[in-house]
């Protein structure tokens, strides 16, 4: 059984702060991570993904993985209230299947 | 906008009825992924089709069964429906083969079962 767990939340933070997001995952032979935005009523939407152990910053996003702890870790800087959203961790492994969590709710509060 | 286009977006269905789902992959994208996402929940994976082939199974029953054309295009068969069956049904697609491949999403079609 493959496990990817998140924090359901809701996480609430003020404009402007940081918004760290996180997630551990079960199976060890995982070899992609990667975050997706979704809002109410809509499909999810890549943010971005890693792969390699360390940080990978993509403008106000930073992914932070750690394959030994299995944990991956998402930062929002400079939080907006377009931010606003559940974001979801998915974990892929050779078969090219990707397994979700539950996804951690988000609030920025203006 | 990722070019993965889903229909129909809405779809009500009684409890035993039949329904066939559609998606259009992304250009250049031959691998197609079904997902089901109950309310309050993240997407479970349910099949995928490289190919024209199916590509792994997630854990869900035989009634929900799926086709990939050779424009690349899949349907989601879902026979006897079940009230549980109510959910986001969402297709994703990518490129295909070798290492792992970002999937990106369809708008996705809501079904409730009555």
């Known amino acids: 059984q493959k496990e990817v767990e998140q924090n359901s939340g809701p996480l609430s933070v003020p404009e402007g702060a940081i918004a760290s997001l996180n997630c551990t995952y079960s199976?060890?032979?995982?070899?992609?991570f990667f975050w997706y935005r979704q809002y109410s009523g809509k499909s999810p939407e890549l943010i971005m993904f890693?792969?390699?152990?360390g940080d990978k910053e993509d403008g106000r996003f930073t992914a932070q993985l750690n394959k030994a702890s299995q944990y991956v870790s998402l930062l929002i800087r400079d939080s907006q209230p377009s931010d606003s959203a559940t974001y979801l961790c998915?974990?892929?492994?050779?078969?090219?299947?990707?397994?979700f969590g539950t996804g951690t709710s988000l609030t920025v509060i203006p | 906008e990722t070019g993965v286009t889903q229909s129909p977006t809405h779809l009500i269905k009684t409890r035993g009825q039949q329904v066939t789902l559609r998606c259009s992959s992304q250009?250049?994208?031959?691998?197609v992924s079904w997902y089901q996402q109950a309310l309050g929940q993240g997407p479970q994976f349910i099949f995928q089709?490289?190919?024209?082939?199916?590509?792994g199974r997630g854990n869900f029953p035989p009634r929900f069964s799926g086709l990939q054309f050779p424009n690349y295009s899949s349907e989601l068969n879902v026979n006897a429906l079940e009230l549980d069956d109510s959910a986001l049904y969402l297709c994703?697609?990518?490129?295909?083969?070798?290492?792992?491949?970002?999937?990106?999403f369809g708008p996705g079609t809501r079904l409730l079962v009555l």
């Open positions: 994703a697609s990518s490129e295909g083969g070798g290492a792992v491949k970002t999937q990106y």
């Open positions: 199976d060890r032979g995982s070899q992609s």
């Open positions: 890693i792969y390699s152990n």
């Open positions: 998915a974990v892929s492994n050779t078969g090219n299947q990707f397994y």
């Open positions: 250009s250049g994208h031959n691998t």
């Open positions: 089709y490289y190919r024209e082939e199916e590509n």
